[in-house]
């Protein structure tokens, strides 16, 4: 025996309420037509859904078994009408966000957090490449945002760009290297000391590249690091140097209470411009 699902949202409207119509009012409907409903149901069925003369109205054992099916209907509908307008109001569903390695490390990823503890309902999927890789995947459909350096030559007509920072790069050092305890920071300076930087491809490496060139530096060994906390991890080693966006360098400034346990917000780092 087929039974219509509508039929049991109603019967368990009318178990829930108490009253045929209580039942009617939850569900937008007439009483006549969910008193007809609860008729056509014992009729077809050949037994009572409802003890007679008891008010509220109370169930038979078979009208409550009958009832649970019809309200995991009615609260399926209820999920169902409260995820689209969750949807639709912006506070559930899924954000596709790409961005370079060192900015979505340091920068973004901290506001990720702080954005999900106020929205859980919406989930972000991060994933890492640089501007090209970004914009290839962002034209396939793979990602919904990226998050990337890039000059106004690289703009697209086809896409919609909004500026988040200005780019200013930094030089960057532990706090006990030599740098810091100079007061003006000149090119010899610099060439005495090793530097690390990103993996190519990353707009960093150019910029470290184009910064020394300015500078007179052709060429200065440099390791390559894929992530902005082996980059902090390496600035104490050996005195050496790297080039970061100024947006990093809270990152690296002192905390008043030092937390030796976190290797990647200590050792502090100081932050000079390289400009």
Not at 18 to 43: D, H, N, P, W
Not at 50 to 61: A, D, K, V
């Amino acid at each position: 025996m087929k039974l219509d699902e509508r039929h049991l949202v109603q019967l368990a409207a009318v178990i829930e309420t108490g009253g045929v119509t209580e039942g009617a009012a939850l569900l937008g409907m007439t009483q006549s037509a969910v008193s007809r409903t609860i008729s056509m149901l014992e009729k077809r069925i050949g037994e009572q859904l409802f003890i007679p003369g008891r008010r509220p109205m109370q169930p038979t054992p078979l009208g409550e078994q009958l009832g649970q099916q019809g309200k995991a209907i009615l609260s399926s509908s209820r999920k169902a009408d409260e995820i689209i307008r969750s949807f639709k109001s912006g506070s559930s569903g899924r954000v596709r966000l790409g961005g370079v390695p060192f900015f979505m490390d340091a920068v973004i990823s901290p506001m990720v957090a702080s954005f999900q503890r106020s929205e859980p309902g919406i989930m972000i999927d991060q994933s890492y490449g640089n501007y090209p890789d970004l914009m290839a995947v962002l034209e396939s459909g793979q990602i919904d945002l990226a998050v990337t350096p890039t000059g106004t030559s690289d703009l697209r007509a086809d896409y919609a760009f909004e500026p988040i920072l200005p780019a200013r790069n930094v030089l960057a050092c532990s706090v006990g290297h030599p740098l810091v305890h100079k007061r003006t920071i000149a090119i010899e300076d610099i060439v005495h000391y090793p530097w690390v930087a990103p993996l190519p491809g990353s707009p960093l490496v150019l910029d470290l590249h184009n910064i020394l060139l300015t500078l007179g530096i052709p060429e200065v060994s440099i390791p390559l690091c894929r992530r902005i906390a082996s980059q902090c991890h390496q600035l104490p080693y050996r005195d050496r140097c790297a080039g970061h966006p100024a947006a990093f360098r809270r990152l690296f400034l002192p905390p008043r209470k030092q937390d030796h346990r976190h290797p990647a917000r200590h050792p502090a780092a100081r932050a000079r411009s390289a400009s």
